[in-house]
T-cell receptor, first 116, second 115 residues
Framework: AQSVTQLGSHVSVSEGALVLLRCNYS??????LFWYVQYPNQGLQLLLK??????LVKGINGFEAEFKKSETSFHLTKPSAHMSDAAEYFC??????????????FGKGTLLTVNP | DTEVTQTPKHLVMGMTNKKSLKCEQH?????MYWYKQKAKKPPELMFV???????INESVPSRFSPECPNSSLLNLHLHALQPEDSALYLC??????????????FGEGSRLTVL
C-alpha cells in the first residue's frame, strides 16, 4: 500500500522567505507524485507532478519539487513566498488499484501561512 | 478556470430532504470521482466510475447514491443525511489507459450543510 507523510501540519514564513514543504512517500513500485494546492472554500488545483521524467519538476506560481528516490522524498519549494501563497498544500502518490484505475493517496496536508 | 463544473456551490438540506449534487466535465476523461472533505482534512475517496461503471465504492453509506448517466456527467443523490455528513464534496475526473498517471482534475466543490 502507498502512503504519504507530510512533515508539519502548519508552516509559517515571512513574505519573501524560502518556502519548504516536506513530503515523504512509501511505494512498492515507482510512484507518480503530485502536489496540490487548495485555497479556502475551493477545490484542489495541481501545482506540479512527477511522472518518472526529470527529477526536478517545475510547477505553477514559481513552485518546484525534487524527486529523491534514495530519500523517498518529494519536497516542495519556492524561493520567495508571496502573500497569495497562503493556502493548504497536499502531497499525493498514485496507486494503481486494479485494472486501469488509479487511486490517489493524499497526505494530511500542510497549511502555509505567509506573514507580511 | 476549472474544467470540472460542480453545482450547486452551496446546499443546505434537512435530514428528511432528497437532493442531488451534479458534476460535469468536457475533457474526454473516462474516470470520474466523488470525494468528501471535512475541514482541515485531506479529501476522502467515496466513489469511482470508470467507463460509466461503478468501479470503486469505499464502503459509503447507502444514503449517498452515485449515478453516471454518461461519460461527461456524474451525480450524487443524497437522502436522509445526518449532520455529520456536512462537508465539502469534490468531484474529479482523470484519463484512463496508458496515458493515465493518476492525475486528478478537481471541481470547485459543493459545500453541503445538513441541519
Amino acid at each position: 500500500a502507498q502512503s504519504v507523510t507530510q512533515l508539519g501540519s502548519h508552516v509559517s514564513v515571512s513574505e519573501g522567505a524560502l518556502v519548504l514543504l516536506r513530503c515523504n512517500y512509501s511505494s512498492s513500485v515507482p510512484p507518480y507524485l503530485f502536489w496540490y494546492v487548495q485555497y479556502p472554500n475551493q477545490g484542489l488545483q495541481l501545482l506540479l507532478k512527477y511522472t518518472s521524467a526529470a527529477t526536478l519538476v517545475k510547477g505553477i506560481n514559481g513552485f518546484e519539487a525534487e524527486f529523491k528516490k534514495s530519500e523517498t522524498s518529494f519536497h516542495l519549494t519556492k524561493p520567495s513566498a508571496h502573500m497569495s501563497d497562503a493556502a493548504e498544500y497536499f502531497c499525493a502518490v498514485s496507486d494503481r488499484s486494479g485494472g486501469s484505475n488509479y487511486k490517489l493517496t493524499f497526505g494530511k496536508g500542510t497549511l502555509l501561512t505567509v506573514n507580511p | 478556470d476549472t474544467e470540472v463544473t460542480q453545482t450547486p456551490k452551496h446546499l443546505v438540506m434537512g435530514m428528511t430532504n432528497k437532493k442531488s449534487l451534479k458534476c460535469e466535465q468536457h475533457m474526454g476523461h473516462r474516470a470520474m470521482y466523488w470525494y468528501k472533505q471535512k475541514a482541515k482534512k485531506p479529501p476522502e475517496l467515496m466513489f469511482v466510475y470508470s467507463y460509466e461503471k461503478l468501479s470503486i465504492n469505499e464502503s459509503v453509506p447507502s444514503r449517498f447514491s452515485p449515478e453516471c448517466p454518461n461519460s461527461s456527467l456524474l451525480n450524487l443523490h443524497l437522502h436522509a443525511l445526518q449532520p455529520e455528513d456536512s462537508a465539502l464534496y469534490l468531484c474529479a475526473s482523470s484519463r484512463l489507459g496508458v496515458t493515465n498517471t493518476g492525475e486528478l482534475f478537481f471541481g470547485e466543490g459543493s459545500r453541503l450543510t445538513v441541519l
